[in-house]
């Protein structure tokens, strides 16, 4: 099945500073990875997603990268704020007939310094 | 929309007692996921269905698990009996067939004692 590596497991930035969260995932078949917020007490949240025919995609301070050869995506936050401050997680679909079947990462715990 | 509900958002029940988790999907969306979150093992999916039928039941943990789904609006989640380390938070998640975005509910804060 697919196996989903993250990291860094906790980020401090100063507010204003960038951060990035890197993953690796296993199933070359996978073509779907989104990375959700989650705040304390919360669900997660969509924030982003990227598909295997895109390299990049933005939205606002948010962007994500993904290089299929290398079966690794990451996300960039630029300009943060303390109200980024929250677990990342992202994840990647099972390919063949499982396309909704998603695997996580085991999160990222950002914390933004003001 | 009103997005994916759970009930009950807590509960608190003692080692042996039945419990069972209830999720209504968004109108419309076809698939639908339990998940479990714990500090130790993270987001793990547990169970899905597409069209109501179960497709992938492999990270139910044990028989002590099951889950059923007899419409398009409706799934539970029961555990029987409940143990201690079934603590955790049990999210509801559904999406459309074809597209990939999962919503998730705002889950199920399970506590047996």
Not at chain 2, 21 to 31: A, Q
Request: aromatic share 10%; charged share 20%.
């Amino acid at each position: 099945g697919e196996n989903v590596e993250q990291h860094p497991s906790t980020l401090s930035v100063q507010e204003g500073d960038s951060a990035v969260i890197k993953c690796t995932y296993s199933d070359s078949a996978s073509n779907y990875f989104p990375w959700y917020k989650q705040e304390l007490g919360k669900r997660p949240q969509l924030i982003i997603d990227i598909r295997s025919n895109v390299g990049e995609k933005k939205d606002q301070r948010i962007a994500v990268t993904l290089n299929k050869t290398a079966k690794h995506f990451s996300l960039h936050i630029t300009e943060t704020q303390p109200e980024d401050s929250a677990v990342y997680f992202c994840a990647a679909n099972a390919g063949g007939t499982s396309y909704g079947k998603l695997t996580f990462g085991q999160g990222t715990i950002l914390t933004v310094h003001p | 929309d009103a997005g994916v509900i759970q009930s009950p958002r807590h509960e608190v029940t003692e080692m042996g007692q039945e419990v069972t988790l209830r999720c209504k999907p968004i109108s419309g969306h076809n698939s639908l996921f339990w998940y479990r979150q714990t500090m130790m093992r993270g987001l793990e999916l547990l169970i899905y269905f597409n069209n109501n039928v179960p497709i992938d039941d492999s990270g139910m943990p044990e028989d002590r698990f099951s889950a059923k789904m007899p419409n398009a609006s409706f799934s539970t989640l029961k555990i029987q009996p409940s143990e201690p380390r079934d603590s955790a938070v049990y999210f509801c998640a559904s999406s459309l067939l074809d597209g990939n975005t999962i919503y998730f509910g705002e889950g199920s804060w399970l506590t047996v004692v």
